[in-house]
């Protein structure tokens, strides 16, 4: 027996205003008014020296010289063709981030009409009833992909990556897509679902690589023999969406092998790196998977854990088969990366918030009762907290909530930002009206228990966006570091080498315009070192004597050139021009020298 039985009144559509509202007040807070960030400004340093460069720079994907090869073109290439087109009008940054917004609607949308199409089909629908009074199925299906929108932009770790111009993002995004299209392929097995499907591979391949595209293909081909689909034309269309992601593949493989941009062929680069993804299995990748999977995925893994176990005495069903087994497709392929960052979660979280989707309705009514009361009460007293410390900030009481919130950013004067304020108080009266709806009419649509704890996560996120952005601002961009170090750098300098990081080249570039070295460019009269602050300036330490004995010196993520640039390097034949570090960085420090003649 199927474990639904609700009525028509449990499926009333939510309002596609209120949707729409949710997710610009999602998706914008986050890109608008803030710098580069460390976490993401390594990416966008890609995207703004393709929109600013050549050609070779869209061949081989580099940061002001520094190449980064590595995971794919297809995100930078999205970015600076939005900075391209709409540069002139918002600025460089925003203009890449034009970009975020529209993988943001490929993936919710992807995912809405994934969740449709499962959800309206005969297998899915709940028990009929007595008297009738039960939805009908494109009601049902609109309901579950609302509610499946809603777990998805409520998960954290898509709150953190989702307003960062990264290619795990648009991955996650292209990860929904694949999704969509694997549905309309088992729904109707035609040669143009198959080619669409291998598109969606394609450029995944192009964003992070072929391992995801290769997994997730065999797990589709996989859920087709599990479901019994007729197998006449299978081998043939998974030929071509195979051969369909190869092609669109080639598109930057070829010209870039061929071009040897700057004299080096990127294609090798990326292999190897898509090679290192992959290793056995072993108990520190689970236990770090596990670790942070937990709060990663919230809430969509619990709410997909307890479909699978309602709906265990089904088979048969592509709704619980196809997410599972493209989870479980993924986990395994997670627990293979030796080199597993935190963004990689984010192909999880379509295929299992899907999932999610079809277990909330077999949910008891006291226990979607009990989420709501949990949203209500914690999220509200989260806000709460958000505003108390808002108020001390800038009147200094209460004294300790006070010291606490500007201890972080030494030096920061705190302002009232009309703006920011007038957003975060239509937000929190939002909020009110939202909990004041679910305790007045107390109503049993299905959606309610989501709608609460989404929106509650978004006032969190709106709160912190508009009231304490400044402070992060201050805490988190190199602008003011990059425009100290511009103002000592003589106007007639050629070029700097540097050992910064890729987030740290990118905002010195783009906001002190350094002429950091170029790719193949050996020698240069600046040296711009990033260090402990631990030393004195002038003092000898593991930077200076590797560069002194000519090896090539690695710092966070940044590379020295080596001997070629660096093997004359003494610090007497050196002169420091300037020293600096963010205010509320105490270990980071960086020091510009020139060469003494």
């Given at each position: ?164 111009t990264l290619a795990v993002t648009l991955q996650g995004s292209l990860v929904a897509w694949f999704l969509f299209r694997s549905v309309r392929y088992i729904e109707d097995a035609t040669p143009r679902n198959a080619v669409l499907v ?256 989404s929106g509650g996560l978004i006032l969190l996120w709106v709160l912190l966006m508009t009231l304490f952005l400044p402070d992060l601002n201050y805490a988190r961009s190199y602008a003011s570091v990059a425009q100290q170090l511009a ?38 009269e600046f040296l711009l070192v990033q260090d402990s602050s631990g030393r004195r300036a002038g003092q000898t330490g593991p930077v200076e004597r590797a560069l002194a004995e000519g090896r090539v010196m690695q710092h966070g993520d ?40």
């Amino acid at each position: 027996m199927k474990p639904v039985r609700l009525p028509a009144a449990a499926t009333l559509a939510l309002p596609r205003w209120a949707l729409y509202a949710l997710g610009l007040l999602y998706i914008l807070p986050g890109l608008i008014g803030r710098d580069p960030w460390k976490d993401d400004a390594g990416s966008f340093g890609i995207m703004w020296t393709m929109a600013h460069g050549g050609i070779q720079d869209w061949l081989l994907p580099n940061i002001a010289g520094l190449p980064a090869p590595e995971e794919g073109p297809l995100a930078f290439w999205l970015g600076a063709l939005c900075i391209k087109l709409f540069g002139w009008l918002v600025g460089d940054v925003m203009g890449a981030r034009i970009s975020t917004i529209g993988v943001f609607v490929l993936g919710t949308v992807s995912l809405w009409h994934a969740a449709f199409h499962l959800g309206r089909r005969a297998e899915a629908q709940p028990l009929r009833l007595a008297f009738g009074g039960q939805p009908e199925p494109d009601d049902y299906g609109r309901t579950l992909a609302d509610t499946a929108v809603l777990i998805y932009i409520g998960c954290l770790g898509l709150l953190l990556h989702s307003h960062e111009t990264l290619a795990v993002t648009l991955q996650g995004s292209l990860v929904a897509w694949f999704l969509f299209r694997s549905v309309r392929y088992i729904e109707d097995a035609t040669p143009r679902n198959a080619v669409l499907v291998g598109v969606a591979l394609g450029l995944q391949t192009l964003t992070r690589g072929f391992a995801s595209p290769l997994v997730l293909l065999v797990a589709l081909f996989l859920c087709t023999r599990v479901l019994k689909l007729p197998s006449a034309h299978a081998l043939r269309h998974f030929g071509q969406a195979a051969g369909t992601a190869v092609l669109i593949s080639l598109v930057w493989i070829v010209p870039a092998a061929l071009a040897k941009p700057y004299g080096l062929s990127p294609v090798g680069d990326w292999l190897s790196w898509n090679a290192n993804q992959l290793s056995l299995p072993d108990w520190t990748a689970l236990k770090a998977f596990v670790r942070v999977g937990v709060w990663y995925c919230w809430p969509a893994w619990p709410f997909a854990a307890w479909a699978a176990w309602a709906w265990r005495r089904q088979h048969g069903l592509m709704h619980i088969i196809l997410p599972t087994w493209f989870v479980g497709a993924l986990v395994l392929l997670l627990l293979c990366d030796p080199v597993s960052e935190n963004g990689d979660l984010l192909k999880l979280l379509p295929p299992m918030a899907l999932m999610a989707a079809f277990g909330l309705p077999t949910m008891k009514r006291g226990a979607i009762n009990a989420i709501d009361w949990f949203s209500v009460m914690v999220l509200t007293l989260l806000g709460a907290l958000v505003w108390l410390f808002w108020i001390a900030k800038l009147t200094g009481w209460p004294a300790q909530l006070a010291k606490n919130a500007l201890k972080l950013v030494p030096g920061f004067h705190p302002e009232v930002g009309i703006v920011a304020f007038l957003v975060a108080a239509a937000a929190t009266v939002g909020w009110i009206f939202l909990v004041n709806w679910r305790l007045s009419r107390q109503p049993s649509v299905l959606w309610r228990a989501v709608v609460l704890s989404s929106g509650g996560l978004i006032l969190l996120w709106v709160l912190l966006m508009t009231l304490f952005l400044p402070d992060l601002n201050y805490a988190r961009s190199y602008a003011s570091v990059a425009q100290q170090l511009a103002a000592r750098l003589p106007a007639d300098a050629g070029c700097i080498g540097t050992n910064v990081g890729p987030a740290q080249r990118a905002s010195l570039a783009y906001f002190g315009h350094l002429p950091f070295a170029r790719v193949g460019q050996d020698s240069c009269e600046f040296l711009l070192v990033q260090d402990s602050s631990g030393r004195r300036a002038g003092q000898t330490g593991p930077v200076e004597r590797a560069l002194a004995e000519g090896r090539v010196m690695q710092h966070g993520d940044g590379v020295w050139g080596g001997r070629d640039m660096m093997q004359d390097f003494r610090p007497r034949d050196w002169t420091l021009l300037w020293e600096g570090r963010r205010p509320s960085d105490r270990d980071e420090r960086f020091r510009l020298y020139r060469r003494s003649h």
